[in-house]
Structures are given as structure tokens and as C-alpha cells.
């Protein structure tokens, strides 16, 4: 079979692979890694697979629809987003007209796994099939001829009527699955003013055992509990995507945490591994803030940790528990002390907009920010996607601002708030992201810091002007 696979454009320099679905104000693109797993199990059956990355290359739907044409599929499989939904479902009705009967069109992603109602309610005649949650499998059984009525995890119309067959088994055995097909990529499309430039994610493990209210995709595709790939083999994708990508400066582990006391063992085992397979590469990950263990933080140096990515969220103890997130701030300034000691960079995540926020509580998080000892940060407003239990909540409160999904940002595809509190106004809350970010970054002594101090190599120079004239162009547009 001839299975075209595509994430389709929105808007300029908008992301549809990371967990928000957004313009970030850093212009960041994240690799389809999840996406190009699943493209890997279908060509290890046989199937010619074509994948375009139209929404990181900025490539409009026309255009995507002329490869199409050429390339007559016999099914396409189209990502989609809250935000993006209704164009989407325009690149799908696009496809529908230019092959007519003759291809079938899938729709993935944790939108239409939540929303599979409304989608077909807005897009009956764009597309056939959805496939929900975690979508490898589906994908296998879509493209092996089966009959609907046979395939598991999948919903469609049949007389009319929504019918939503027996769901997916999650994969086990994540070590079973083949390397990502990532020569369907280049890795010089993907910025991130936090990574090494160029970079390359790898998924270690699918799921998450954590209980924040507003993660997406351990709500809606890859479930609360943790399968893991061995260290061998996620050791072997590295020198397998080494090999593909020679140039590659660092490898991001995109676990949704990999660094946290549930992950110790694991994570134990396969820095000892990095060292005895003399592997030399730099690596960052995820990690929870409540994990403090200098022992390992060194061990993890030594192995070519550069720097981890953490979810810190908020100054306040009582807003953490509201997000399901229950964290202690001592915790997590020992937590940032003990990896700097070790050497390592920290780019700190943190959100405005939990459930009971106030004015004070934003200051708060600012200058919690300023205190630790960070490298770089992230001020986001909290979003709570259809699905998930934030969104469940936020709803049944009154809480909730859009009214349809483009409105989960704004009309250049920013990054806006979804949420509005008696006590906290959306603008101000998109107001605090702002000065988040400008109080942080626009120190003399941060600046400093980052370009003349904190400076090792050309990669990391590149990456952080990169972030800084893109960000810079962020805000003259909005004057």
C-alpha cells in the first residue's frame, strides 16, 4: 500500500508536535518523533510511505496537495491539533476531492482522540477513519486491508451513525518497534534556542505515572502508566541516529520525565551503559524537580548530560497541588543547587493560570524564577486541552474563554490564555508570560552570563541568537 503521511501547515512557525500547539514566542519546532515511529512500523511492513513535515517547513496546503497528487496514495494519514482542527479538516476534504474514492483519509492525534464527535460533526465528508490514542497498531491493521469493522482503536461513520470500535492495545514491548524513520526529515529544520543546534529527539519511553491535571498526552494517547525501551536499545537508536545524522550536536530525550525517583534504576543503568559502550555524545532530558540525588546528577555529567529540561511550574505549593503536580519549593531549590554543583544547565518550564492564581502568586513564580540558579525558562499560560481532567474542570466552572477551538490561540496562531479567573483577567495573565521573560532574560548580568560565560561551543552560540532574534521579533509585532 502507498500510505501518504503528512502534518499539515496552520500558520507561520506554528508547532504541532510539542505539548502546546502554538507560535511559542521562541518560534520553537519539535521533531514529529512520535509520527515518524509510527511511519517506521508500516514501512517495516512493506508499505511505501511518503511523510511531509508541511507545518515545521511552512509549506501550504496547495503544495502539499500537488506531492499528493503525484505521489496517489491508497491512504493518508493527516496529524491534527485543538487549535488547527478546522484546517486540517480542509487539507483532508483537499485530499478527498484530488483522489476521490480511491484513498482513504485518517485523522490522528489527541484532538480527535477526545473529540471524535465534533470532528466528524464539522468534517463528515473530509475524511473516513480516526484513530485514537496511541496509533502505531492502528495504523498496521488500516493499512493490512482489514475491514473496518475489524480494526481496533478506530472510529467512523457506517449509515450515518458514529461507531467506535474495541480499543487499542498499547505496545508492551517498546523495544520491538523500529528506529524512527527520520530520513524523511532533515534535522536543520528544527530550532529550539534551548537545544544544541542541530538536535534530534528520542522517545526512551511511552506514558507517564504523574497526575498533572493538564498534561496532554499521558491523558489522551499513551496512558498514566510507563512503558520503558531498554537502555541497550535506546542506546543503539542513538548510535543509529548518529549514523544517519553525523552532524548531530545533541540528543534531547523527550520522555515525559526521565529524570525522577521512579526512573532512578533506569536511569542509572543506561548512563554506566553510555560509559562502558564509550558512546561520546551530549544529551539532554525531562525532569521532575523533586529528584535530588548529587550522586547520580555527577554520574549523569560524566555520561554527557548537558542539560535538563524541568517542570517547576509555579512558586506556590497550594497552586501545584490544584494541578495535581504536588511539589515542595525547598525541595526544588535543593533540587537546582544539587544539578548546578554537578554541572549541569537548567532550562526551568513554569505557567501561570492554575486553578486559584492571583496577581501575587504570578509575582511569585517571577521572582522564584530569578532565584534559582537557571540558564533558561519558559513562562506559558496553563492550557488545558479538550480531555483533559484541567479542561473537565475549567469547563464545568465557567473558566473557559474560546468558544470555538481556533480560539485556543489567537489569530496569528500565538500562544495566547484560555483561562480567566474572577481575581485574574486573561490579559493579565498573557501579560505576566511577557514579563516573565523579560524580567529573566533581560538582566545585564544574565545576558552576560549567557553569551560571554555560559558559551561553550559555536552550536550552543547559534542556538541561543537564534532564540533571542526570534523572541526580539515576537515582541516588535505585538507594538
Known amino acids: 500500500m502507498k500510505i501518504f503521511i503528512v502534518n499539515p501547515f496552520f500558520c507561520i512557525d506554528f508547532c504541532k508536535s510539542a505539548r502546546w500547539f502554538c507560535r ?25 510511505c511518503r511523510f511531509i513535515d508541511a507545518a515545521c517547513k511552512n509549506l501550504p496546503h496547495q503544495e502539499v496537495l500537488e506531492v499528493v497528487g503525484d505521489f496517489q496514495p491508497d491512504m493518508v494519514v493527516i496529524q491534527t491539533t485543538t487549535p488547527s482542527i478546522y484546517s486540517d479538516l480542509d487539507f483532508a476534504f483537499g485530499c478527498k476531492q484530488l483522489l476521490k474514492d480511491k484513498v482513504r483519509i485518517v485523522l490522528v492525534g489527541a484532538h480527535v482522540s477526545t473529540e471524535p464527535e465534533d470532528t466528524f460533526s464539522i468534517g463528515r465528508d473530509c475524511f473516513d477513519v480516526i484513530a485514537i490514542g496511541e496509533y502505531d497498531l492502528t495504523l498496521k491493521e488500516l493499512a493490512s486491508g482489514k475491514d473496518l469493522s475489524e480494526v481496533r482503536g478506530i472510529c467512523y461513520l457506517q449509515n450515518g451513525r458514529l461507531v467506535k470500535n474495541t480499543n487499542q492495545q498499547l505496545i508492551e514491548n517498546l523495544d520491538e518497534l523500529e528506529f524512527p524513520a527520520w ?29 498533572c491535571s493538564f498534561c496532554l498526552f499521558p491523558q489522551l494517547m499513551y496512558g498514566r502508566r510507563q512503558r520503558v525501551k531498554s537502555a541497550q536499545r535506546i542506546l543503539d537508536e542513538v548510535e543509529y541516529d548518529y549514523k544517519l545524522f553525523p552532524r548531530l550536536k545533541e540528543i534531547m530525550f523527550e520522555d515525559d520525565t526521565l529524570v525522577s525517583f521512579s526512573n532512578r534504576a533506569r536511569l542509572e543503568e543506561l548512563c554506566l551503559k553510555i560509559q562502558r559502550r564509550n558512546l561520546r555524545f551530549v544529551w539532554s532530558a ?6 535530588v540525588d548529587e550522586k ?6 560524566k555520561s554527557g548530560c548537558r542539560m535538563l529540561c524541568v517542570g517547576f511550574e509555579s ?3 497550594k497552586l501545584l497541588v490544584a494541578l495535581g503536580k504536588p511539589l515542595n519549593l525547598e525541595t526544588m531549590k535543593g533540587f537546582s543547587r544539587a544539578a548546578r554543583k554537578a554541572g549541569l544547565r537548567l532550562h526551568g518550564c513554569f505557567m501561570f493560570g492554575a486553578p486559584g492564581e492571583t496577581k501575587e502568586s504570578c509575582l511569585a513564580t517571577i521572582d522564584f524564577a530569578q532565584s534559582l540558579p537557571l540558564d533558561s525558562v519558559q513562562f506559558s499560560g496553563v492550557c488545558p486541552y479538550p480531555g483533559t481532567a484541567l479542561y473537565c474542570w475549567a469547563k464545568a466552572k465557567g473558566f473557559l474563554l474560546p468558544r470555538t477551538w481556533q480560539e485556543w490561540v489567537d489569530k496569528n496562531g500565538e500562544q495566547v490564555t484560555v483561562l480567566e479567573y474572577p481575581q485574574l483577567k486573561k490579559e493579565e495573565i498573557d501579560h505576566f508570560i511577557d514579563q516573565g521573560l523579560c524580567r529573566f532574560y533581560f538582566r545585564p548580568k544574565k545576558i552576560l552570563q549567557a553569551f560571554l560565560f555560559w558559551t561553550r561551543s559555536p552550536a550552543e552560540l547559534k542556538s541561543k541568537l537564534y532564540g533571542v532574534f526570534r523572541y526580539l521579533w515576537y515582541l516588535i509585532g505585538k507594538r
Open 315 to 317: 512558586a506556590s505549593e
Open 24 to 48: 511559542s514566542r521562541g518560534r520553537v519546532q519539535r521533531h514529529p518523533d512520535y509520527l515518524l515511529e509510527a511511519v517506521a512500523q508500516l514501512e517495516q511492513d512493506g508499505h511505501i
Open 286 to 291: 525531562n525532569a521532575r524537580p523533586d529528584f
Open 296 to 301: 547520580l546528577f555527577l554520574l549523569m555529567k
Open 183 to 211: 530520513q524523511h526529515i532533515d534535522p536543520y529544520d528544527y530550532h529550539d534556542a534551548g537545544k544544541l543546534y542541530p538536535f534530534l529527539t528520542l522517545l526512551g519511553s511511552r506514558g507517564c505515572e504523574g497526575t
